[in-house]
DNA sequence: GCTTGAACCTACAGTTGCTGTAGCTTCTAT
DNA sequence: ATAGAAGCTACAGCAACTGTAGGTTCAAGC
């Protein structure tokens, strides 16, 4: 049986995150010793694992309740597993495009800039003024 | 003079999120009616169309705090404005180098599921071991 | 001048995914 | 037996907004 702080360290988690993921329902409630300590056995530290390698690769939470439900049903078709790994790939790949024409932006307004003093600064009249763009560059998140 | 909501449509920005910025002091608090509703001038437009523009090329509003009180001071030389832009192009490289490793093990994982059920859906099987990785793909934030 | 409805006001809760703190209790090693 | 590390609960805070409730004001049309 593993305290809180050794499933953690074992996972790469802190401590607060994995009460914090039991708190939301993600993480089952453990068992406790007599004194009201969590102790976790080998199914729960597995499952912790999924959870953060899943975080790693930028799954939100509620995309990985999904497929630790979908998880659940051995004998179902993997297509809607599949389904939500192509949404996140889509998701990354949006976030990566963003990024990219954010960057092309931020490359030109920082050469473009020969000045020395604030007042005529490329940067600043850039930023002032959207017109000077090339591209769109809005999003909703980054 | 402008109400709040002219002013948020005219730098596509929501009526809350430009009280947010005054509540913030990122927006300096605007006069009033004589009923109490702010109103608004150029200035205060030019500034709200600075921050709207500078947050679309994803710059955190701490450092938009800072551009904003360099560029109060025109005779100065534009080299912490030049190292804001540069340290904001850092973030995005960092931020894109991530995404395109999680998007190739994404692919990865998705393109190696042949399997219908499951119980051996290869999507699951990297999820639950890390090892299945190529990269390390760990980080901070997205 | 009056009415109506859109737009405004404040204050606060909720979002995502944690992280940190305070004040206390329990466990484990010596 | 005791000390200190690690655990407990409960709550506040982060970024950067967004949404809601319950009330007030503004501006246009008659």
Same mark, same amino acid.
């Given at each position: 049986?593993?305290?809180?702080?050794?499933?953690?360290?074992?996972?790469?988690?802190?401590?607060?995150?994995?009460?914090?993921? +039991?708190?939301? =329902?993600?993480?089952?409630?453990?068992?406790?010793?007599?004194? =009201?300590?969590?102790?976790? =056995?080998?199914? +729960?530290?597995?499952?912790?694992?999924?959870?953060?390698?899943?975080?790693? #690769?930028?799954?939100?939470? +509620?995309?990985?309740?999904?497929? #630790?439900?979908?998880?659940?049903?051995?004998?179902?078709?993997?297509?809607?597993?599949?389904?939500?790994?192509?949404?996140?790939?889509?998701?990354?790949?949006?976030?990566i495009a963003r990024l990219q024409s954010l960057?092309?932006?931020?490359?030109?307004?920082?050469?473009? @800039?020969?000045?020395?003093?604030?007042?005529?600064?490329?940067?600043?009249?850039?930023?002032?003024?959207?017109?000077? @763009?090339?591209?769109?560059?809005? =999003?909703?998140?980054?």
């Open positions: 049986m593993l305290s809180i702080g050794t499933l953690a360290k074992r996972t790469g988690t802190k401590v607060q995150t994995v009460r914090y993921y +039991e708190q939301i =329902g993600l993480m089952p409630e453990p068992g406790r010793t007599d004194g =009201g300590q969590r102790r976790y =056995g080998a199914a +729960e530290l597995d499952r912790l694992a999924f959870i953060r390698h899943s975080r790693d #690769l930028g799954f939100p939470l +509620e995309a990985i309740r999904e497929l #630790l439900d979908l998880s659940d049903s051995p004998e179902k078709s993997c297509a809607q597993i599949d389904a939500v790994a192509q949404r996140q790939l889509k998701a990354v790949e949006a976030r960057k092309a932006e931020l490359q030109r307004m920082i050469s473009e @800039c020969h000045s020395d003093r604030v007042a005529d600064c490329r940067i600043l009249e850039v930023l002032r003024d959207h017109e000077e @763009c090339l591209s769109d560059h809005k =999003g909703p998140d980054l």
